[in-house]
């Protein structure tokens, strides 16, 4: 009897770098392939509950459904509200509901909208991946790529050896801005004041809105919800003119300690629900908007880098849409990886394989994220229009803006399976032309 043991194939090994919602997304869907070997290299020295608030919009939603992580969406996590809305608009000064965004196709409950403390969306997902493959205070400084692998340099001195590195690391990634030197961010002029806190603090507050609800004014709104886990959110904020040099607000940075009595300012002439609310507000913290000046030319760098999350479409989290498109560039990249390397393969792909999969990658979701960008960018300008043209909309031009709804289905309802499938018989019938993206 011949006993000599079949030889294992060769895992592929993918370095992620960053463990933020792409990161460890990426990380639970490539778990689902045997052959890979995946490692998260993530700056920070510890994973803490921290951030603020966060939503997750059904396709989101959907896709971390499919990876069988009901656990981190369900209604204890986060909060749905009545589920019948995704986002309620009300008059800034009347309190009325002048206008809903409801899901044109969204039957499922789990889902419907959903809001979460950040760090209780990040703290679940990071219960889903193995402990041992996230490496902390792994500061990426340097990529290196050769014919056979990636080098990953750390701040430590350190380094690691991957076949495929993945930048997860954010909206100011580090690994993008080595790959594209002459990348920019560029602020919006719109600083966002946020805060969640304890629900308790709002309990009685009359007439609160049960559901989350977004107040529209002339020049600024103001967003409040129940999250997950018995916290509330409130999100303020202002825009100036970001080429002003004595904007307010010039000079802070994201995440930096607010004064409450900001956000008091701001909004003391809105109607008695928003005041009462910033007067429970205890503290608030200052996060500039900071979006890119233009989109990347590519998300594919030689045979085997590529980005997903903020650091390939860095859209500054407009239409709160930014963990839900991280969630689906790490599922589309996993449909693409195993596109090229199937579950059950004798051997590694070549890098020719691996390009052509980052490649279906780009196309799957490049797209759709520039779409997004051309809407953000669109946006930017006309705010910033008004405010150097001192306009100020009307209030019929205001709840005429409320009823129309910010017409985003195609983003919070993209299938990205569907937008996957499509891509591949895109490259199929291209076969290996890359030049040319589909307008999906
Ligand atoms: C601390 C924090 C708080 C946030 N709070 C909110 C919030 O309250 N509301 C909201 O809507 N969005 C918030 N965001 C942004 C939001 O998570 C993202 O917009 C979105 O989920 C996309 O996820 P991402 O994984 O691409 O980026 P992120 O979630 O930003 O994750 C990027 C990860 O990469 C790590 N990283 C960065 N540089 C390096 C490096 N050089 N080497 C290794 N690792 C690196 C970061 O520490 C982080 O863990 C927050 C992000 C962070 C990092």
């Known amino acids: 009897m011949n006993t000599r043991a079949v030889p294992e194939p060769e895992k592929l090994n993918i370095a992620i770098l960053g463990g933020g919602i792409a990161g460890l997304s990426l990380a639970i869907a490539l778990a689902n392939h045997p052959l890979i070997n995946t ?55 009347t309190n009325e509901v002048i206008g809903t965004h409801v899901h044109a196709d969204v039957k499922e409950w789990l889902h419907q909208t959903t809001r979460f403390h950040r760090g209780h969306l990040h703290g679940k997902l990071v219960e889903h991946v193995p402990r041992d493959s996230i490496k902390l205070g792994k500061n ?13 340099n750390f701040k430590d001195g350190s380094k690691a050896w991957a076949d495929i590195a993945i930048g997860a690391d954010g909206l100011r990634s580090g690994v993008r801005q080595a790959l594209v030197p002459k990348f920019k961010l560029k602020w919006s002029g719109l600083t966002a004041f946020r805060s969640v806190f304890d629900k308790s603090l709002v309990e009685s507050i009359p007439d609160l809105p049960e559901d989350s609800a977004h107040w529209w004014g002339p020049d600024t709104t103001f967003f409040s919800s129940r999250l997950g886990r018995n916290m509330y959110t409130v999100v303020g904020g202002v825009t100036v003119d970001p080429d002003d040099q004595d904007a307010r607000f010039k000079d802070v940075s ?17 109607n008695p629900v928003v005041k009462a609310l910033t007067k429970v507000t205890p503290s608030i913290r200052y996060h500039p908007n900071f979006s890119c000046s233009a989109p990347l030319d590519t998300w594919v760098f030689g045979d085997r880098i590529t980005l997903i999350g903020d650091a ?30 199937s579950l059950s393969a004798a051997r590694k792909p070549p890098a020719q394989e691996i390009r052509k999969a980052l490649k279906l990658y780009e196309t799957t979701r490049k797209p ?19 405010i150097r043209n001192e306009i100020i909309e009307t209030d019929e031009q205001l709840r005429e803006r409320a009823a129309r709804g910010s017409n985003t289905g195609w983003l919070h309802e993209h299938d990205v399976m569907k937008a996957f499938d499509e891509a591949l018989r895109f490259s199929q019938k291209n076969d290996g032309k890359e030049e040319v993206l589909p307008r999906l």
């Open 39 to 93: 490692t998260i290299y993530e700056k920070t020295l510890e994973l803490k509950e921290i951030g603020a608030s966060i939503a997750l919009g059904p396709n989101g939603l959907r896709t971390l459904e499919r990876l069988g992580l009901s656990d981190v969406i369900d209604d204890e996590n986060g909060f749905r509200g009545t589920g019948t809305a995704g986002m309620v608009y009300r008059h800034w000064k």
């Open 312 to 341: 390939a479409h860095a859209h500054g989290g407009a239409f709160a849409t930014g963990g839900s498109l991280a969630i689906d560039d790490a599922y589309a990249l996993y449909l693409s990886l195993k596109s090229v390397f």
């Open 368 to 386: 759709h994220a520039e779409r997004l960008l051309k809407v953000v960018h669109a946006g930017n300008t006309a705010k910033i229009d008004m």
């Open 140 to 152: 990426v400084i340097g990529i290196v790529m050769d014919e056979k692998g990636v080098t990953v």
């Open 254 to 270: 994201w995440d930096d300690e607010g004064d409450v009595e900001v956000l008091k300012e701001v909004y003391k002439n809105w």
